[in-house]
């Protein structure tokens, strides 16, 4: 009996140990064989460059633009709209059907795939309100398709902050709006970007839906009423159609890169805050 | 000790049900101004419920219904005309738990004058030294007035929770067992500092604990069941209780 509770003890690290390993070591590989065939390639003029060729030679400038001009866009709309509602569904309304109702659409929203977003962006943002094929069409599509995760966690996070501080603020005389800027939101505030760079992550990464709604110029946006071609999609036509595969890992690394240099921004920004505030 | 105005607070036949249950039952009482009235009772008794209704924070929570009246100064607390806030920031509150909000000692103490509109620095230094020395807390803070709250001892952070509420200049201090949670010396130091603030303040403190009542109240009031048992001064209460539930209570047969 007692052997077996040991036995069963070791067996069970072992498999949480290798589960992690595994994963980690997963995650490693993909970045590491990226980074292999992407490295070679990069090089300032490949960044700072248009593409020549369909992307065959030069760089990728109009992509990086693209993206991020698309990324920002969306989580400068989906962010408001999302902690917003958030704020809404926690602070300003007793548990009834209404936010029953807004909770499950939000999180059907959320397990509905990016190509249908695509589609409902063509149809409504680029056909219907005559955006056309454009970064404004894209983020909108892009927004729409992140503000249920946004809506999510915003909304545990908030939850998770202690009804104490609500009612210091109010025992203050603070009003419900104050009392959920001044003494809510701080502490929310890591748990919220946490959905915000789920959001970000989703964006910069996405296809589908950004072929549908902001095209795949190659030409270097001006206004957000010009198509881009993300590096998502860059990536995705250089290698689908056989263009340049060493091109392709090179889009690729530096998609990859900026997503790492973007989260661990996040982390800092997060960490000097946190530090300020406990 | 009256001298003929409206008492600050009065209750007059208050009864509050949260649900089923009736937290109060029919509860006439009146503070005078610059009065030290101590609530004692045991857990159960209503004693929270009438704090959390003078001060309107249970305005927040659902299913609860309200007879009889609130006054403060002869107004209707619960009046049409009333502002909740307005009314929370003349009467503060000290909790059970000492809770510092997630930010730095100064910035605790600014809370409730930024609130209402304070902003120049000068300004919020003076309230936050006048609310820090008033509770007694100043000289073991005033070099570290930029750490975290969360930092302080419990007493230390109760003692905060006052200047907390001393900084908004509030008429009525309501206290909540403020020292339910803090060591026999952190609580001595709560209690002397109530007895200097009486002089600036009208207060109300409630305690489970009988002999806090009789150290620091010069009134008491007792509560069971949601009923105001009976109430005078602290001498008269604890020497010739008039009800034999108070006689019970304060000699420790329960409670």
Do not use: C
């Not at chain 1, 962010?79 to 548990?95: D, M, N, Q, W």
């Not at chain 1, 309100?129 to 599509?141: D, Q």
């Not at chain 1, 995705?236 to 060493?246: F, H, K």
């Not at chain 1, 690729?252 to 790492?260: F, H, N």
């Amino acid at each position: 009996m007692n052997n077996r509770a040991i036995v069963a003890h070791k067996v069970a690290v072992g498999v949480l140990w290798a589960s992690a390993v595994l994963t980690l070591g997963i995650l490693v590989f993909i970045l590491a064989y990226i980074l292999y065939h992407g490295l070679p390639v990069l090089s300032w003029s490949f960044i700072s460059q248009s593409p020549t060729e369909m992307g065959r030679s030069g760089g990728i400038l109009p992509t990086i633009v693209g993206t991020f001009a698309l990324t920002i866009l969306a989580l400068a709309i989906a962010t408001p709209l999302g902690v917003g509602t958030a704020i809404f569904l926690t602070e300003y309304t007793r548990p009834g059907p209404l936010t029953r109702v807004v909770r499950f659409g939000a999180e059907s929203l959320a397990g509905v795939p990016s190509i249908i977003f695509g589609l409902f962006g063509f149809m409504f943002f680029v056909i219907y309100l005559g955006l056309g094929w454009s970064i404004l069409s894209g983020a909108l599509t892009l927004a729409a398709m992140i503000l249920p995760t946004i809506i999510r966690t915003s909304e545990e996070a908030i939850r998770a902050v202690p009804d104490s501080y609500r009612e210091i603020s109010f025992a203050l005389g603070g009003t419900r709006w104050q009392t959920v800027t001044r003494a809510v939101l701080p502490s929310a505030l890591p748990g919220i970007l946490t959905g915000v760079m789920l959001g970000m992550g989703r964006s910069i990464g996405e296809t589908a839906a950004v072929i549908f709604t902001a095209g795949s110029t190659l030409r270097l946006p001006t206004s957000v009423t010009d198509p881009v071609r993300t590096m998502a999609v860059h990536f995705y036509i250089l290698a689908r159609e056989g263009i340049s595969m060493p091109n392709a890992y090179g889009t690729a690394a530096i998609l990859v890169i900026s997503i790492l240099a973007v989260n661990f921004v996040a982390y800092w920004l997060m960490q000097r805050f946190i530090a300020r505030h406990s | 000790m009256t001298n003929g105005g409206p008492p600050k607070l009065a209750a007059n036949g208050l009864s509050y049900h949260y649900g089923d249950l009736q937290a109060l039952r029919n509860v006439t009482l009146e503070v005078q101004p610059n009065d030290l009235l101590t609530i004692m009772g045991p857990t159960g008794s209503g004693k929270t419920t009438l704090l959390r209704a003078f001060n309107r924070l249970n305005d927040m929570l659902t299913g609860t219904r309200m007879t009889g009246r609130l006054d403060m100064d002869g107004l209707d607390l619960y009046g049409p005309e009333t502002d909740p806030a307005e009314v929370r920031r003349r009467i503060g509150m000290v909790f059970a738990l000492p809770i510092p909000l997630p930010m730095s000692i100064y910035d605790n103490v600014a809370y409730g004058p930024r609130l209402h509109g304070v902003t120049r620095k000068a300004e919020l230094d003076e309230v936050v030294e006048k609310g820090l020395r008033d509770a007694i807390l100043w000289d073991e803070v005033k070099d570290r007035l930029v750490d975290s709250a969360l930092r302080l001892s419990g007493g230390q952070q109760q003692r905060l929770s006052i200047a907390r509420v001393l900084a908004v200049e509030p008429e009525v201090i309501l206290l909540d067992e403020p020292t339910s949670g803090l060591d026999p010396i952190s609580t001595l130091r709560i209690e002397e500092l109530l007895k200097q603030l009486r002089e600036r303040y009208t207060i109300v403190l409630v305690t489970h604990n009988p002999q806090q009542a009789a150290r620091v109240g010069e009134r008491v009031a007792f509560f069971y069941l949601g009923e105001l048992v009976e109430t005078g001064p602290s001498q008269r209460v604890f020497t010739r209780p008039l009800d034999r539930r108070t006689e019970d209570y304060i000699s420790g047969r329960f409670g």
